[in-house]
């Protein structure tokens, strides 16, 4: 059987693969849903699909979230859609069937006719578990899935020292975009640190990668590279945006936190990469921003301020010529685009019946088969 | 459940102000584990001055994940023979009868768990709330708290500096916010607002701060109509009503209220049998059922331990003291038996056993 090379290449490209990750993985874990102001009112309601499970999150008038299956106890209709503000109730568009803030029954349509011997005490919405965690939302479909911490306390001390909560969204800077590879595929992208100075060696110049730390917590993979020495000098002036940690603590913390949830803790900017499991060959990234609650205008100066330094230090992977796509991702500069491309052709390459991945790098490439190793122990139980 | 007296030995007196004191015991090594306790609790205390023996419970206020030891702070009462003393004539080195911690009015801290932590107390209601808090600062390093904390004025608050200590130290982590109903001009303290504590108050509170962490919990300790007030105000703004822990005047006892009771009939079941048993004016339930012959359980007769906890069937009494029992459980007619005075004629009740 070829390998990936832990995990077999059909984990890459087979259906039945995908829905069982659905179920070991995706169901059993804690799902990233929306940063707190996404939910910022009672009675806003946010919906995310967890594995399996459809959730729902509705704040209470206490403000405190509760998450419950969007199922309809009646017939099981979805009963609330992707986000909602400031509902005294939920009612499921088939019948009318409505629930209160608390997921309780409350109303059922000519009740004593269709239903006289309904107990409707016994039809609450099903729960499950929410929490907040570094301003971001996550559900568990489980209602007793415990403390959030069980799952990210051991890694939060090897994250960034943003205080995320006092930062604010940026909304221009969210992306969506669809891969047409794996999830697994663009996880290992991402935690791929010997491509950082080939496939971006003109992009992401300003980390110094020799220096990088980086390993697995539990399952959550965490990595921290300093800022290299032109950059980091004259750092005031350098940074293309505001400053968002003290000086003492520049760097770049990009951790991979399982399963799919890749956070950019930067000098300038913290978001969220969240990778969404489309189908076995295809993938939704979604991207979010958190950058210095400030001024347009300051974000402007530091702008034209940095924009020599950038300039000078952002090409792409080839220089283009006369004859070059302007859509060539490889002289677009733009390391995303790079990360994209470079998924996409590995992917293309897993049918052929000539692929075969021989090494890996021993140092470089070892959060990848890591992460295929967590991944193999979740499908076959040991997690 | 059948609790003992223990000889404890005073080994510091702290005034925390005027008619405020806080006494801290050794405990000796023997007794260790009996004394280990869980914030929130009481210890009971038996002491015999001019001739009568008197029974009190009072709040432990350290908390078991710091290094201070045990320590009761008592507030001199009106009228209160015990905390006159405690407060007046107490010193280093005196023994005490004291029973092992109990109470049921707690907070259990645990390293991961993550929850928001909202205290609302009046008065001396702090003590147990001020055990609670520390214990989550200290062994729940996830977790936030935020305090509202009703006085008359800025020199009646219990543990004024030591609060705003924690405060400063545990910034990220704790608020604190002061209602005083008659703030002195002359006074520098600042507080949150002005007035009684009121149903309002409470939801500006929780709506200044939201829960971060999801897993709220509500604790209330006061006299009883402000716990009444806050557990009201809570559940109007759909707090579910497990989350909520209320103990009425947290440990301060002793309610003499002067009613007196009245004789009446009380059918008692005790271990699957009915008794009907006369009581005379003044007498309690439990009095009148041993005068009876009948042996329910009981033990401290303080309203403190809970062992003569009983189920209200039929009738009203009046409990002298109740610290025992959480407010929602006298809400579903649970009694204890050793302090129930009768106002009505008739009453059944049963004793149930431990539940």
């Known amino acids: 059987m070829k390998r990936m090379p832990i995990l077999p290449v059909e984990a890459y490209t087979s259906q039945e693969w995908f829905e069982q990750e659905q179920q070991q993985i995706f169901s059993r874990t804690w799902c990233f849903a929306g940063f707190m102001e996404d939910v910022a009112n009672p009675g806003d309601t946010l919906a995310v699909q967890a594995g399996l499970n459809n959730i729902f999150i509705v704040k209470g008038r206490d403000h405190r979230l509760r998450a419950f299956h969007n199922i309809c106890r009646h017939r099981g209709t979805q009963l609330i859609r992707a986000v909602g503000k400031g509902q005294k109730a939920l009612t499921c568009p088939y019948h009318d069937w409505t629930y209160d803030l608390e997921g309780q029954l409350i109303s059922v349509p000519e009740e004593e006719k269709e239903f006289p011997n309904l107990d409707k005490s016994c039809l609450g919405l099903k729960p499950a578990s929410v929490d907040i965690w570094r301003s971001m939302i996550f559900v568990h479909p489980d209602p007793n899935a415990g403390s959030i911490m069980n799952w990210f306390g051991d890694v939060e001390p090897y994250l960034g020292s943003h205080q995320v909560e006092a930062l604010v969204e940026y909304p221009e800077a969210a992306t969506s975009y669809e891969i047409q590879a794996n999830w697994k595929i663009v996880v290992e992208n991402y935690i791929d640190v010997y491509h950082l100075s080939h496939l971006h060696s003109g992009t992401l110049s300003m980390y110094d990668h020799a220096k990088a730390e980086y390993g697995f917590v539990g399952p959550h993979f965490a990595f921290w590279e300093p800022l290299n020495k032109d950059y980091q000098a004259d750092i005031e002036k350098n940074a293309p945006m505001p400053l968002i940690v003290p000086m003492d603590q520049l760097g770049a913390s990009v951790p991979m936190l399982f399963p799919g949830l890749g956070l950019g803790e930067s000098e300038t900017s913290w978001s969220t990469f969240r990778i969404i499991p489309l189908a076995a060959d295809r993938t939704r990234v979604e991207t979010r921003t958190r950058v210095k609650k400030t001024s347009d205008w300051e974000f402007q100066k530091q702008e034209w301020r940095s924009a020599s330094y950038w300039s000078k230090h952002i090409s792409g992977k080839y220089p283009a010529d006369k004859n070059s796509d302007k859509d060539d991702p490889m002289t677009s500069g733009d390391f995303v685009a790079e990360d994209i491309y470079a998924c996409e052709q590995q992917q293309k390459s897993l049918k052929s019946p000539y692929f075969e991945i021989v090494a890996t790098a021993q140092e470089g490439e070892s959060p990848v088969r890591e992460h295929q190793q967590i991944v193999l122990d979740y499908m076959e139980g040991r997690r | ?355």
């Open chain 2, 1 to 355: 459940m059948s609790p003992h007296f223990h000889t404890l030995t005073v080994s510091d007196i702290q005034k925390e102000m005027k008619g405020v004191t806080s006494v801290l015991f050794t405990v000796p090594n023997e007794l260790k584990d009996s004394f280990n306790w869980r914030s929130g609790q009481h210890l009971t205390l038996r002491i015999t001055l001019k001739g009568e023996e008197y029974r009190r419970s009072y709040s432990i206020s350290s908390s078991p994940f710091s290094d201070d030891p045990l320590r009761i702070t008592v507030k001199h009462v009106k009228g209160g023979t015990v905390s006159k003393y405690i407060n007046e004539k107490l010193t280093i080195g005196d023994q005490l009868e004291i029973m092992p911690p109990l109470g049921q009015f707690c907070l259990d801290p645990a390293s991961t768990l993550r929850r928001t932590h909202y205290l609302f107390g009046a008065g001396s209601g702090i003590t147990p709330l001020f055990s609670m808090l520390q214990s989550a600062l200290l062994a729940e390093p996830y977790s936030r708290l935020h305090l509202l904390y009703g006085n008359t004025n800025g020199d009646n608050i219990i543990f004024k500096q030591q609060l705003a200590q924690l405060q400063e130290h545990y910034r990220d982590r704790l608020s604190v916010s002061h209602v005083l109903s008659k703030p002195s001009i002359w006074s520098s303290q600042g507080y949150w607002r002005k007035g009684r504590l009121n149903a309002e108050m409470v939801g500006e509170f929780i709506n200044e701060h939201p829960p971060y962490a999801q897993d709220a919990q509500y604790y209330i300790c006061g006299p009883g109509q402000m716990n009444t007030l806050v557990k009201t105000a809570l559940m109007g703004l759909d707090v579910p009503a497990k989350r909520i822990h209320s103990e009425s005047y947290g440990g301060q006892l002793i309610t003499d209220e002067p009613v007196r009771g009245m004789a009446a009939t009380v059918q008692i079941k005790l271990g699957g049998t009915r008794h009907n048993v006369q009581i005379a004016e003044g007498q309690t339930v439990l009095a009148a059922a041993r005068a009876a012959g009948l042996e329910p359980a009981f033990s401290c007769q303080a309203g403190v331990c809970g062992a003569c906890r009983a189920q209200l069937i039929k009738g009203s009494v009046h409990m002298k003291a109740r610290i025992a029992l959480e407010d929602d459980r006298i809400a579903n007619g649970e009694i204890l038996s050793c302090q129930a005075l009768a106002t009505s004629p008739e009453l059944v009740i049963e004793y149930r056993g431990d539940t």
